[in-house]
């Protein structure tokens, strides 16, 4: 294997969990790349020869974003929805409906098409690691495809067949469908299961069922829960020692209790709230009670159509209470967090590299100057693309 030495880096996030400060932060800074993975970190004063060298010309660098919760895998267009909400209509889960007829009358080749596209969308704003949900499908043959075309684009996928229940359908037939077939399709294109724990989706013993019965299949739990209003999801997470529960916009003390007091992910969406004018989740509370953090994009095309983790982290900083270095630790550690990853999201000695040069002098930029453009390339693996 070639060993390439990236020197002349203004700013390098490390997040190294034993640094003295939340990012690892480096000055003046160096890493050797051997291989896929980081071979060593620190002052590029004190680094080792190597092989190549890249210079990354003063610029910041940092692990590659950890986008934890998306919905790639769709066809069909939602922006007259998204009008309609900006002009005063309320959002509800109702319209994943409207998803759910494109995407089963779209073929194989568009689905995997449209995912190409926006997993280099993401590629090129920063996002190494992407995991991708079903859940417009509805039915055995269509969850299964989907998941099908996103394995091809990562190995976080998850089955997410209760994400509504379809009109055809009651909502007990429908869950016996999910944890029967469904799951029994699904499973091998599958790593994790969810369900979406809300008003006008599933309640809580329905959310229950499915996620046990993904975890007799093998499958790692996750869940959506608490986004349009309190609710049981977020304890029933906690309760299940689910890896990660998404949204947490509404919770109450015993929640956030919960949340500290498991360790399982809080996984923020701030594009969410954007796109429908909710209220933000308080992440500040979340930190401050000693609860995980994690941000995500949730790209999909109802409630928020943004694949940009660069916003969300800017969104948190504006609008969630989050200081740079926080949102920034959220959307690469955090992320790696709600998946159970300990190769991704951070630059130490042993993890995979995958690492972000901004055109910055230091992360602070990424909230600073929102909407800019600022990757300015991206390595995967240790290797450019």
């Not at 969850?143 to 190995?155: C, G, H, N, Y």
């Not at 790593?191 to 809580?204: N, S």
């Not at 109802?302 to 959220?330: D, N």
Request: hydrophobic residues 45%; charged residues 20%.
């Amino acid at each position: 294997m070639t060993a390439t030495l990236i020197t002349n880096i203004g700013e390098l996030v490390t997040n190294d969990p034993d640094a003295d400060d939340l990012l690892g932060v480096v000055n003046d800074a160096a890493v050797v790349v051997d291989g896929a993975t980081v071979a060593w970190v620190g002052r590029a004063s004190g680094a080792p020869s190597a092989d190549a060298q890249v210079d990354a010309g003063g610029r910041a660098v940092l692990p590659g974003f950890v986008d934890s919760h998306s919905h790639l895998v769709f066809a069909g267009d939602r922006s007259a929805e998204f009008a309609a909400r900006m002009a005063g209509e309320s959002y509800a889960a109702g319209g994943i409906r409207t998803t759910v007829a494109a995407t089963r009358a779209a073929s194989d080749d568009q689905l995997t098409s449209h995912v190409a596209r926006l997993v280099q969308e993401m590629l090129r704003q920063g996002t190494t690691t992407v995991e991708i949900k079903s859940g417009y499908g509805l039915t055995v043959s269509d969850e299964a495809r989907s998941l099908a075309v996103a394995r091809q684009f990562t190995e976080e996928t998850t089955f997410l067949g209760a994400h509504v229940v379809p009109a055809d359908t009651t909502p007990e037939e429908y869950v016996a469908l999910v944890t029967g077939p469904m799951l029994e399709a699904c499973a091998p294109h599958a790593r994790w299961v969810d369900a979406f724990c809300e008003r006008g989706a599933f309640d809580a013993d329905q959310s229950r069922a499915v996620l046990q019965a993904g975890a007799a299949a093998g499958l790692r739990g996750r869940l959506h829960a608490n986004q349009l209003g309190p609710g049981p999801g977020v304890r029933l997470a906690c309760e299940l020692g689910l890896t990660a529960v998404d949204h947490c916009t509404y919770l109450t003390d015993d929640d956030v209790a919960a949340l500290a007091e498991t360790g399982t992910v809080a996984t923020l969406l701030p594009g969410v709230e954007f796109s429908t004018r909710q209220p933000y989740p308080d992440a500040r509370r979340l930190l401050d009670a000693g609860a995980r953090v994690a941000i995500a994009s949730d790209c999909n095309p109802g409630s928020c159509f943004t694949s940009s983790v660069p916003l969300c982290v800017a969104l948190a900083v504006r609008e969630m209470g989050m200081t740079p270095a926080e949102a920034v630790h959220a959307a690469t550690a955090g992320g790696a967090l709600a998946l159970d990853r300990r190769d991704v999201g951070a630059l130490v000695p042993g993890r995979r590299a995958d690492l972000v040069l901004l055109d910055a002098p230091t992360y602070v930029h990424l909230a600073y100057r929102p909407g800019v453009p600022l990757v300015s390339g991206v390595w995967v693996a240790g290797r450019p693309v």
